[in-house]
């Protein structure tokens, strides 16, 4: 199967997406060896995701959240007994929450995260194999459109790729879980 | 903790949300504080996608969370929290805007453009991602200036799917509209901001180069 760029152009989201069959796939890798235009337009398209997917893009006004829950306690909390009760409530939930954290930490018993705005799961199974690239920030499965450069790639367990800091492509990790769900 | 991207989808998560939703039912009104704390900034960004506009963002925000709790129990399980919220959000946005009569001052989006493919214009070489910019209060401006000069329908399928991380189906439940239409919407969505930022976020903003002003935000 051989296609232009008109066509790689038509299938460019769904090929991000990994919404695309096994011929399709190979026929645009295969293209992207050839077309250094088309490779413009796909590594662009995949960058501006990645940005736009970034929580610091989403900016909230400054005290917000503050107003927000101002505002909740004045139509929900009318008194001062329930709003007692809700700090008591928030504190033994913040504490259950640290515990389990803290437990968590102590269980993988890795480094931070390379990228300190990413999140780590509790899901990826520990003996996957998952891609990871010496520059990268996120693991990954194989052939995710999402892993950056190709230079020093390994495949190593989801265990050992979280201990040494990667955090799980959101992308390509979210679709093999909800798969495997 | 900001998070760069979006978490992963976690069972033990929606169940604790699930037994949240039954405490508030059951009179427990503290736990609805835990329940929408981690969705309050992506309920601003529907909010402010529709209504383009902080402080009305806010107001409508504020209405839709007690709107959230008063009909907590005809949330059904089935959906996810997150999703619905966004949808209550996004129809009290919508209702406040038809109020503003803003619409009239804006260009209409032709929805029959969405079957004409799009060519993208600019080839500039962007391959390396700039995560770094995001520091940047100028880049995170441009990028919102970009996504603001995207016509609305292009806009609500971006922000849902790329930024609010919904999947195609969630997207497509939550517009009204067929999964089809999201996956053209995002396609040329995707291509038009393609278009826009590349030739900035190439490396313009690298060397610190003053962003040129013109029709791209850059």
Not at chain 1, 14 to 22: A, E, F, I, Q, S
Not at chain 1, 139 to 148: E, G, K, L, M, Q
Not at chain 2, 101 to 110: C, F, G, H, T, V
Not at chain 2, 168 to 180: H, Q, R
Request: with cysteine; glycine share 6%.
């Amino acid at each position: 199967m051989v296609i232009t760029c008109d066509d790689l152009w038509r299938e460019i989201s769904n090929y991000l997406d990994g919404d695309v069959g096994p011929e399709l796939q190979s026929a645009i890798d295969g293209h992207l060896r050839e077309c250094r235009r088309c490779v413009a337009v796909v590594a662009g398209t995949r960058n501006l995701i990645e940005l736009y997917g970034d929580e610091r893009v989403q900016q909230v006004p400054s005290g917000f959240s503050n107003r927000l829950h101002q505002k909740l306690e004045s139509r929900l909390l009318p008194s001062r007994r329930h709003f007692l009760g809700w700090i008591v409530a928030t504190a033994a939930t913040a504490l259950v929450i640290g515990s389990f954290e803290t437990a968590r930490s102590s269980v993988l018993g890795g480094p931070a995260l390379r990228s300190k705005h990413a999140k780590g799961s509790t899901r990826v199974p520990p003996d996957l194999q998952v891609i990871v690239a010496e520059q990268g920030k996120t693991f990954h499965v194989a052939r995710c459109p999402f892993i950056h450069g190709q230079a020093g790639l390994r495949t190593i367990p989801a265990l050992e790729a979280e201990r040494e800091g990667f955090a799980p492509c959101v992308r390509c990790m979210k679709k093999y879980l909800d798969a495997t769900a | 903790m900001a998070a760069s991207v979006g978490p992963l989808e976690n069972p033990a998560q929606q169940d604790y949300e699930q037994g949240l939703i039954e405490r508030i039912r059951d009179g427990e009104r503290e736990a609805f504080y835990e329940l929408i704390r981690p969705y309050e900034r992506r309920v601003y960004a529907a909010a402010f996608l529709i209504l383009r506009n902080q402080e009305d963002a806010e107001d409508c925000v504020q209405e839709t969370v007690l709107k959230a709790f008063k009909h907590i129990r005809q949330f059904r399980a089935e959906a996810k929290f997150s999703t619905w919220l966004i949808q209550i959000t996004l129809n009290d946005a919508r209702m406040r805007r038809r109020k503003q009569n803003r619409s009239l001052m804006e260009p209409i989006d032709k929805a029959e453009g969405d079957e004409e493919p799009y060519t993208p214009r600019d080839f500039a070489d962007w391959r390396e991602i700039p995560s770094e910019a995001l520091e940047r209060q100028e880049i995170r401006e441009k990028l919102a200036q970009a996504l603001n000069s995207l016509g609305q329908i292009y806009r609500e399928v971006f922000v849902l799917r790329d930024m609010e991380q919904l999947s195609i189906e969630e997207t497509a439940k939550v517009l009204g509209i067929s999964p089809a239409s999201v996956k053209t919407r995002l396609l040329r969505a995707r291509l038009m901001l393609r278009d826009l930022l590349a030739p900035g976020l190439g490396g313009r903003w690298s060397r610190g180069i003053q962003f040129a002003k013109g029709v791209k935000p850059w």
